[in-house]
Nanobody, 121 residues
């Protein structure tokens, strides 16, 4: 089995910073693209940022200049550094990865269960 586990969420004041981590483990042969998504109450899940295995990144306009996505391929871990946080960044943050599992013998997208980020005004 493949598992993705997010950590690092919490309560922070507006203007503050948090660093999220997403650790992938289990029967992993290779991880291609990975990404962060978020879902605020009563809203759909939206893209925050993505990163390819080689390090190419893409960001939602709402987080450009404030958030930085990165990954450590040797540790199968991805990060999201969030600076200048705003109340509207409050959401559950999910990570995903396009992973080749040695159990299934194919590529598919796996999701973590999420970590809550709350930004107070």
């Amino acid at each position: 089995q493949v598992q993705l586990v997010e950590s690092g969420g919490g309560l922070v004041q507006a203007g503050g910073s948090l660093r999220l981590s997403c650790a992938a483990s289990g029967s992993i042969f290779s991880i291609n693209a990975m990404g962060w998504y978020r879902q605020a109450p009563w809203k759909q899940r939206d893209l925050v940022a993505t990163i390819t295995r080689s390090g190419n990144t893409n960001y939602a306009d709402s987080v450009k200049g404030r958030f930085t996505i990165s990954r450590d391929n040797a540790k199968n871990t991805m990060y999201l550094q969030m600076n200048s946080l705003k109340p509207e960044d409050t959401a559950v943050y999910y990570c995903n990865g396009f992973i080749f599992s040695t159990d299934s013998g194919n590529w598919r997208v796996y999701w973590g269960k999420g970590t809550l980020v709350t930004v107070s005004a």
